[in-house]
């Protein structure tokens, strides 16, 4: 059964790299909740951070619906149908069911985006 845990991105994250072969696409990922790390049963969750002018690839979560929550940073969402939504600090993005969409760095400095989605699912190869 799972247990109550304080998790701490850099220490306890596990951490990998996307993109690393596309620039443009290049950010680092620090997966924290899924059923093999704590043992979660409904959520996947994380933090990913994009150095200015570093975005995800065109992308969706089929079955599932993410939530975003813009820790430090500006950016912006592209939408399914190319709709570019700009976001600060501080704010959330819901992305529905299975819709495609982008996360852009437009910065000056790091994008740090909490992600969380359920049920669970995978992140983007690219």
Known sequence: MAE????????????????????????????????????SEHIVAGLTI????????????PGSEEVDIMVRGTGEVVTEDGRRIPFDAGDWVFIPEGQFHQHVNNGNEPLWLIWM???PGELPKK
Request: glycine letters at 10%; aromatic letters at 12%.
């Open 4 to 39: 109550c845990k304080v998790l701490r991105p850099f220490k306890d994250g596990k951490e990998l790299w996307i993109g690393l072969d596309d620039p443009g696409f290049r950010r680092k990922v620090f997966r924290l909740v899924d059923k093999e790390l704590v043992g």
């Open 50 to 61: 994009f150095e200015p002018g570093e975005s995800s690839s065109r992308h969706n979560h």
């Open 117 to 119: 989605y359920t049920p």
